[in-house]
């Protein structure tokens, strides 16, 4: 029995960090060359790295080693060992730079002749040679805040992770420069101790940066915070931060939404006092001075399809008389002829819960704002019976809460003496 011989055809593999190369081996045997029937076994391993063969798709028979890196071992007569081994993958262990080594043996398994079994190995030395890796910067998707809300901090749950550190040694004193940008709103800084800080316009500054060790720069986060623009803003502003390691100039960055949140606004009413009280004789009838409604939300709420506009509920009551909508006795319906003693016209889009809009001592409607406000333009009094006395007024508004976070909220006004009726 002849012994079988391995060739190598590279004098050496040089491969990049976290990349791969190809090789090849040649396995030879007298005795095998000729004998379709003997089968020979390969054994393949590396020291650190991973070995698969691209030209063979059969199944590879693998072994532990004493050192829990597998062998891959495979039989097959000579030339499918051939094929098998002619184009062989190396590649490294994940972040792993420095010397590696792929070591390779054969054996004929004692096919022809006396002698018994005769085997060969090789190896081929492998230099993997060490690049920059790029570092991972770990950011929430979104972060969320309040409209009013002054300053929220927005980098407590940023992550930097630098991978070129070996495991168990501390990377603070690496060198960092950080960089924020948003495009609306601005930074605010409360910490720059340690930090050597760009310049950058007066807090709050749509753009802020500073260089300091990374240790430093994992202090700073959690006091960097984010003022949204002033109520009644609510939306979402994009943040980038950009992560710099100075060392090897790679670059890191993510982006997060922060998320303005609305909070609920109270209204208001507003009542032209210059037009009270109204004076009016008993029986008598007149217009009073307009009431003017507002809700911040509503009058900063974009246009919105019909059924999303939000609906206030109004109450107005007077301690005596009628209160009418939209008209009075010169401006009334005429219903199969007959002239009707007030108008209830206009009055689309309102949804009357107390009263009809003519002639009540209650009303209690619900409707958007500029509905509200177009018929509170002209409301009618009528005195009816009333003694001479003066006539009290009140008024309540709700925004029902439909904006934002809180509840429902209300504002009222209220005159004891806004009607007097004199003989």
Avoid at 262 to 281: E, K, T, W, Y
Wanted: one cysteine or more.
């Amino acid at each position: 029995n002849e012994p079988p011989a391995i060739i190598v055809e590279d004098g050496g593999l040089v491969v990049p960090e976290d990349y791969f190369a190809t090789t090849k081996f040649v396995i030879t045997d007298p005795d095998a060359e000729e004998a379709t029937d003997n089968m020979l076994t390969v054994q393949l391993s590396a020291t650190t790295g991973s070995l698969r063969s691209l030209t063979k798709s059969s199944v590879l028979i693998v072994h532990p080693r004493t050192d829990a890196r597998p062998v891959i071992t495979y039989q097959a007569s000579l030339p499918d060992l051939n094929e098998f081994l002619n184009q062989i993958e190396y590649k490294p262990d994940p972040n792993f730079y420095g010397l590696d080594r792929i070591e390779i043996s054969v054996t004929d398994n004692g096919f022809s002749g006396s002698g018994g079994a005769k085997s060969a190995s090789n190896y081929i030395d492998v230099r993997v040679m060490a690049r920059p890796d790029p570092p991972t910067l770990l950011c929430p998707a979104s972060v969320d805040l309040y409209e009013g809300d002054e300053t929220v901090p927005i980098l407590t749950d940023v992550v930097f992770l630098d991978h070129d550190q070996l495991p168990g040694v501390d990377d603070g004193h690496e060198d960092v420069s950080v960089r924020l940008q948003v495009d609306i709103g601005g930074f605010v800084n409360t910490e720059e101790i340690g930090l050597i800080v760009d310049a950058h316009a007066p807090f709050p500054a749509p753009t802020y940066g500073w260089r300091s060790t990374l240790a430093m720069a994992r202090t700073a986060f959690p006091s960097v915070s984010y003022t949204p623009p002033r109520p009644p803003f609510n939306g979402v502003a994009l943040m980038r931060v950009e992560i710099v390691l100075r060392r090897t100039n790679v670059i890191a960055t993510c982006r997060v939404a922060l998320v303005t949140q609305p909070v609920n606004s109270p209204p208001a009413i507003f009542v032209n006092a210059g037009g009270l009280p109204l004076r009016l004789a008993v029986g008598g009838h007149g217009i009073l001075p307009p009431l003017v409604l507002s809700d911040p939300d509503s009058e900063s709420t974009p246009l919105l399809p019909r059924y999303e506009v939000p609906m206030m509920r109004f109450r107005l009551n007077v301690s005596c008389g009628a209160l009418s909508f939209g008209g009075g006795p010169q401006a009334g319906d005429r219903v199969l002829g007959t002239m009707l003693p007030a108008s209830i016209s206009a009055t689309e889009g309102l949804t009357f819960l107390e009263g009809s809009g003519s002639g009540d001592q209650l009303l209690l409607v619900e409707g958007p704002l500029h509905v509200l406000n177009a018929q509170l333009a002209k409301v009618w009094y009528a005195a009816l019976d009333c003694p001479t006395q003066p006539v009290a007024l009140q008024a309540l508004v709700s925004d029902k809460g439909f904006h934002g976070r809180g509840d429902a909220l209300t504002a009222s006004w209220t005159d004891s003496s806004a009607i007097w009726i004199a003989a």
